[in-house]
Structures are given as C-alpha cells and as structure tokens.
C-alpha cells in the first residue's frame, strides 16, 4: 500500500476524526481499546483494515452515534448494522404509546421530546394549553425548540429572562454543532446567528466559558405570567431510530405558577373547550 492510499483511509480519517472530537489521544484510545498504539496508528493512516469487531469496539470507545457507526462501517468495507428510520414510521408503533406515556406522567406541567436539532417530535397537551397563549397567532406554535426562543416571531417576545436563557442556550448549541456531528444542528445554529440581536450574545459565550447550571424562563404576556425551569432528560435509545432523543420538562419555580397551570388544566378540562375563550387570569 503506497503512501497516499495510507494517509487517504476513509475509516482511518473518520476514526481521527472522532478520536479527536472525544478528545483522546492515541494512546488514551489504545488502552481503552485493549490494543497497541502501533495497531491504531496504523488504522488511522491505512497501514491496516480493521475487522467489523473492530469498527465496533472503537466506535464503542469513542461513544459515536448509531447511525455513525454505519458510516464508519461502510469506511471500513462492512455493510451498515443500524435500522435507520424516522419516528412515526408504522412499524415503530409500539415506541410512540411509550413516548406518549412519559409525556403523559408530566401533566398538569409541560412537557416535549425533542431530537438533537431541538425539533419537537411530541409535546403533551400541557405544553400545547401554556405556550398556546404565547404563540403568535400567524406562526402558531413553533416545533423546534431552540428556534421558538430566538425567532423574532417566537416565544422570544414574551420571555422577561430572554438573555439569560438565550445565551445558556445559545452556548449548548455553539457546542454540539462544534463537533460537526450533526449537520441539522450546524445549519441550526447559522440560522440562529442571523436572528437579529443574536450575534451580539456570542461576546457572552466564551469557548472556555460553562454553561448555567439552571435553565430557568419567565414568560409574561399582559396578565399572564409564568416562571418555570427546565429540565432535558435522555431517551436512552433502543435503535438507531430513536438515539438522541431527549425529554424537556418545564417545572413550576414559584408557587404562583404551580397555581396557574393546574387553574388552566381544570378549566380546559371543566369547559372541555378552547381554553383561550374560556380562561381568565389571575388577578
């Protein structure tokens, strides 16, 4: 094998590549693999083919997605081993009651599983009473997360806290799309850029920076007002279809808001109508 074939190995460059995003280096990776620093050296230049096992194991050790790991199955000259399907297919019935379920054990209280490009597969029917009010009558509800906060037209308007929670937000998103996994959440993130005074909040999300323990937001919209914090949660996945899938939980941070919403949940329940006409604020 000449010189350029080795340095040109589409699995030995994939396996750099994720060696690198993880943050290890080759002699890291090699003892967690069980095998030789020479062996992994000479599977990122080409010098040597991996074995399926072998695909596996490191994909294993550096954590890299399901469907992933059929890229780098491929790479190495093996047919992929993961199912990709989107959720909602037919046959993935019996996984859409269980999601319903989890979301179900959150009422009174909003709740959303979300993708890792914050897409809003599935919301509860609290999620859609609260932030039913704040949505704009021409947009409606917006379904994807992060979008919905910094979109001029969004639930943005009416978040008192709008720049502490956009920048928690913004710099967990500058940090997923860094490592170019995702191509949904890089495009995300260029999107969100453009947003008007979200570039400004870039000087505040520094690369060294953490981001806030606490998620917390407050939306006000005339006489109503509500504090919750939040909360992400992960689906840990049975198949490549449902990997990344995460629950957002909005929990009452005040006492006032706890009243609102369970107020909101027995009117729509009493009048079993469009709760916009018949709910009134509190005073």
Not at 165 to 179: I, P, S, V
Not at 201 to 215: D, H, I, T, Y
Request: aromatic share 8%.
């Amino acid at each position: 094998m000449n010189g350029a074939a080795q340095t040109h190995s589409p699995f030995g460059g994939l396996l750099r590549h994720w060696r690198t995003v993880r943050g290890l280096s080759q002699l890291a990776l090699a003892l967690e693999a069980g095998i030789s620093t020479r062996h992994l050296s000479f599977l990122e230049t080409g010098r040597a083919q991996p074995s399926r096992a072998m695909v596996e194991l490191l994909a294993g050790m550096l954590d890299v997605p399901l469907n992933e790991r059929n890229t780098l199955l491929l790479a190495a000259g093996f047919a992929p081993a993961y199912d990709q399907r989107p959720p909602g297919t037919p046959d993935l019935g019996p996984v859409q009651p269980a999601l319903d379920f989890i979301l179900e054990q959150q009422e009174p209280y909003p709740a959303v599983v979300i993708d890792a490009a914050s897409n809003i597969l599935r919301r509860n029917r609290a999620s859609r009473r609260i932030f039913g009010l704040f949505a704009d009558p021409a947009a409606g509800l917006i379904p994807n997360t992060v979008r919905s906060v910094f979109h001029p037209r969004g639930i943005r308007q009416y978040v008192v806290n709008w720049k502490d929670l956009a920048t928690g937000m913004l710099h967990r998103l500058h940090y997923h799309a860094a490592t170019r996994t995702n191509e949904a959440v890089v495009q995300l993130r260029e999107e969100v850029m453009a947003y008007p005074g979200v570039a400004s909040l870039w000087n505040l999300v520094g690369v060294e920076s953490q981001a806030p323990g606490l998620r917390t937001m407050t939306l006000q919209k005339g006489e109503w007002s509500f504090a919750f914090f939040l909360t992400v949660s992960t689906i840990v996945p049975c198949e490549n279809s449902f990997e990344g899938l995460h629950l957002m939980r909005f929990l009452p941070s005040d006492k006032a808001t706890e009243d609102a919403v369970h107020r909101i949940a027995e009117q729509v329940k009493l009048h079993n109508s469009d709760f916009r006409v018949q709910m009134k604020p509190a005073v």
